[in-house]
T-cell receptor, first 113, second 112 residues
Framework: NAGVMQNPRHLVRRRGQEARLRCSPM?????VYWYRQLPEEGLKFMVY????????ESGMPKERFSAEFPKEGPSILRIQQVVRGDSAAYFCASSPGWDSPLHFGNGTRLTVT | SQKIEQNSEALNIQEGKTATLTCNYT??????LQWYRQDPGRGPVFLLLIRENEKEKRKERLKVTFDTTLKQSLFHITASQPADSATYLC???????????FGSGTRLQVQP
């Protein structure tokens, strides 16, 4: 049973470009979470989705950031018009239920030049 | 304001000793608390979950305690090994929320 798959592992974008981060949850998991981590800092919650629905997006900036988890296919975290401050590691996690432990992918490291 | 505090300084211990990591929280009413391990360049890995009505949980060489009066969880690794060297994160699920909030983690270094 494959774990949570995130791609790409590394992504370099110039300021103003768009970044698309993909996450395929573990088989049987319908709950997906996105977290952001800066060096030497903890994980900051961004958004929680459950198939086709956004349950909690309280940690996601209102502008430029969006997330989706369609009925078919991976969850996508989209960052439009990236700025240097968006450089970070973005982790996706999945679970079979909202009160179950999280299974994390190995992250996408976004660098904005 | 709400805070989850873990010791930001690295914890260095000798192989074979018991490592004890602390997680304190303020202005949360957690339904449960979880501990994760994170290695450099990797995603966190779940270790243990302890609920608000549980005092202690064990799994092999790991032990977690949860004191809702002190608003503190302690994470112990007995007979520590160099392979236990990693960053350990505590995370809690606040009542009414559906997503975990993480502390910033404590780096553990076990010297052979």
């Amino acid at each position: 049973n494959a774990g949570v798959m995130q791609n790409p592992r590394h992504l370099v974008r110039r300021r103003g470009q768009e970044a698309r981060l993909r996450c395929s949850p573990m088989k049987g998991h319908s709950h997906v979470y996105w977290y952001r981590q800066l060096p030497e800092e903890g994980l900051k919650f961004m958004v929680y989705l459950q198939k086709e629905n956004i349950i909690d997006e309280s940690g996601m900036p209102k502008e430029r950031f969006s997330a989706e988890f369609p009925k078919e296919g991976p969850s996508i975290l989209r960052i439009q018009q990236v700025v240097r401050g968006d450089s970070a590691a973005y982790f996706c996690a999945s679970s079979p239920g909202w009160d179950s432990p999280l299974h994390f992918g190995n992250g996408t490291r976004l660098t904005v030049t | 304001s709400q805070k989850i505090e873990q010791n930001s300084e690295a914890l260095n211990i000798q192989e074979g000793k018991t490592a004890t990591l602390t997680c304190n929280y303020t202005n949360y009413s957690p339904a449960y608390l979880q501990w994760y391990r994170q290695d450099p360049g990797r995603g966190p890995v779940f270790l243990l979950l302890i609920r608000e009505n549980e005092k202690e949980k064990r799994k092999e060489r790991l032990k977690v305690t949860f004191d809702t009066t002190l608003k503190q969880s302690l994470f112990h690794i007995t007979a520590s090994q160099p392979a236990d060297s990693a960053t350990y994160l505590c995370a809690l699920l606040d009542t009414g929320r559906r997503a975990l909030t993480f502390g910033s983690g404590t780096r553990l270094q076990v010297q052979p």
